[in-house]
């Protein structure tokens, strides 16, 4: 079909190392780390053609603007997307979606929050860790679905190659957030010194619904670890919210769908 647009199949880190071979050596040495880091953050065995704009985008989020070179690190990866383009290895300039974002007046704080820890039990810990290692492990299949998919270079109806597409930019993502969470993780163990008297992360707390006298178990977690079915429970919840920091014997109320009831903390137990 007349102006279809077709790409070379390359990597993100294939395209990389080709661009800043192409540089003089002072410009391979300022640009080098910046390109580099782009294409870890992205996805180094990624097909670069299956990379859009809004992957770009985030990207732009992970400059603060605190960071006084954003702009200049963001210029950076604009010309070796924008050279992709030249070279056909993407169908648009993909540096137009890179925007760094403008200071407020609460970026002073930007690199502070991104910098907090994240509380996680060990057990957590751990199947994230798995959780990370899995996707990882994935990443060749993928690759070799998106090479498959490609052969056919009818990109208009190719169904096989969205769907790899689509997959890759999801696996791609989640390995960004459990290594982001993993990156700040600060693991709890059981300390003798805290007895018990008030429900903090990674205690076993036992909670009575006072609506129905039924009684419930649950490990206090940080969102990033629950998991359905594994007897643990979010502080980000609503009963989790209700209970987190409180004692044995207090009452918490409970925001829930079908309305509001009160639950009563009846034990804590820290792992």
């Known amino acids: 079909m007349a102006g279809e647009v077709t790409t070379d199949s390359i990597t993100v880190l294939d395209a990389a190392h080709k661009y800043l071979d192409l540089l003089k050596p002072a410009a391979t040495a300022e640009a080098q780390p910046e390109v580099l880091k782009f294409a870890r953050w992205i996805g180094e065995s990624r097909d670069l053609s299956a990379v859009n704009g809004h992957d770009v985008a985030q990207y732009a989020e992970h400059l603060p603007p605190t960071v006084t070179d ?76 998106l090479k498959r998919a490609m052969a056919d270079k009818d990109f208009r109806e190719n169904a096989p190659l969205d769907a790899a597409r689509n997959e890759q930019g999801h696996l791609e993502a989640r390995i960004r957030e459990l290594e982001s969470t993993l990156r700040k993780a600060v693991i709890l163990e059981g300390n003798a010194a805290n007895p018990g008297d008030v429900a903090r992360l990674g205690d076993v707390v036992t909670i009575k619904d006072l609506r129905t006298g039924g009684e419930k178990t649950y490990t206090l977690v940080n969102p990033d670890e629950v998991g359905a079915g594994s007897g643990r429970i979010s502080i980000a919840s609503p009963v989790g919210r209700a209970v987190y920091q409180r004692h044995v014997g207090e009452e918490g109320e409970v925001e829930a769908p079908k309305g509001t009831f009160r639950v009563r903390v009846e034990g804590i137990r820290a792992q």
């Open 70 to 145: 954003a702009a200049r690190r963001a210029d950076t990866v604009r010309a070796f997307l924008k050279w992709c383009k030249e070279r056909g290895y993407s169908r648009e300039n993909l540096g137009t979606h890179l925007r760094v974002r403008k200071a407020n007046k609460s970026s002073a704080n930007a690199q502070t929050i991104e910098e907090q820890p994240v509380y996680l039990t060990k057990d957590g810990h751990d199947a994230l860790v798995a959780e990370l290692e899995g996707l990882k492990d994935r990443r060749p299949q993928i690759q070799e679905d």
